[in-house]
């Protein structure tokens, strides 16, 4: 019989993020279809209150591993802490949400057990009586389902894509697991954190909403004059009412290469398509974008979209978007910001 662990991190705050309520939904599935049991395994500075909003997900029983030294992402106790983590529980199956810490290290952690890792799993499921992960490759053209006999399968699941677990809250006990460093194991010191605030955010993967900035907005308009400074406080007014995530779909180095200005917000993470991100949210809305393959590849995740374009024979037109708007994204993202409350 198989035996399922969830790994999940805490906040800073003992909380548990979405991504780490849906792996856990993921998990309870997961053991539902196999009859096996399932474990939970915290990791955090501090773990009870994460443990007590899962008391009634149907665990047999919760490990922590807390501490100081495991406050902020280090690789060094990350690894071993998962590892520590597993072999308490006994672990034949290994989840976790790929988050930018657990992603880090649950490979690791997998060479460290003898088993093997599978990774951005999309969906899982049980055929025949056996785990079977989906797993999308080559950008999302294609995907493949995956079982192994090799145990244990350590397996990180793709944010967005699962039901969060939504139980109620009690008490739980939760067994502590004391991992120890080797001497000079843990070189790195997170010393400060340095993060923007809320409005300056603008890449948000919970928003409703994906807004593309195209390479249009800081070319030559209709009166032969580029406005990229008219083109950012559109932008960022759009994004302040409306808690939009930001995506743009030309890298930097394409626009930079080609004598175009940069508008001073975007970063190589705000980049979606085939070379970026594949973001997950319920709408989208292009802008100045012409809807090249290179950049829908990124929104196959993104269910309505919609798009802005002068172009009335660009790639959205070409059963790319839902709604495509022939008109100047200039003149109607100023009438939506009027619009907006």
Known sequence: METILCIVQT???GS??????EAVGV????????AATFAVGLLGETVQAGADALA?????????????????ARYASDALAVTSLAKAAGATLVLGAATSRLARVMPGAAARLGGVCDTAATAVGVTGGKPVITRWYYRQRMFA???REARPWVVTVSPGCFAPYAGAAGNASVTAVTPELPAGGARTTVTRVISPSGEQQTIRPDAKLLFVAGAGWTKKQADGAAHADDAEKIILGFLKKSQASL?????????SGEGQQVMSFLTHMH??????????HPKGLATCCHGEEPHVVGWRFIGERRAINLDANCGW?????????????????RKVIELMP
Do not use: H, N, W
């Open 11 to 13: 906040e800073g705050d």
């Open 16 to 21: 548990l993020a979405k991504a780490a309520l």
């Open 27 to 34: 998990a309870k599935e997961l053991a539902q279809g196999l």
């Open 56 to 72: 009634g997900c149907g665990a047999s029983a919760f490990y922590g591993a807390s501490g100081a030294d495991y406050a902020q």
């Open 145 to 147: 389902e995956l079982s």
């Open 247 to 255: 995506g743009t779909s030309k890298s930097l180095i394409d626009l």
């Open 271 to 280: 980049q979606v398509g085939q070379t970026g991100a594949t973001p997950r």
């Open 317 to 333: 037109a070409q059963g790319k978007a839902d709604v495509l708007y022939v008109a100047d994204a200039f003149e109607v993202m």
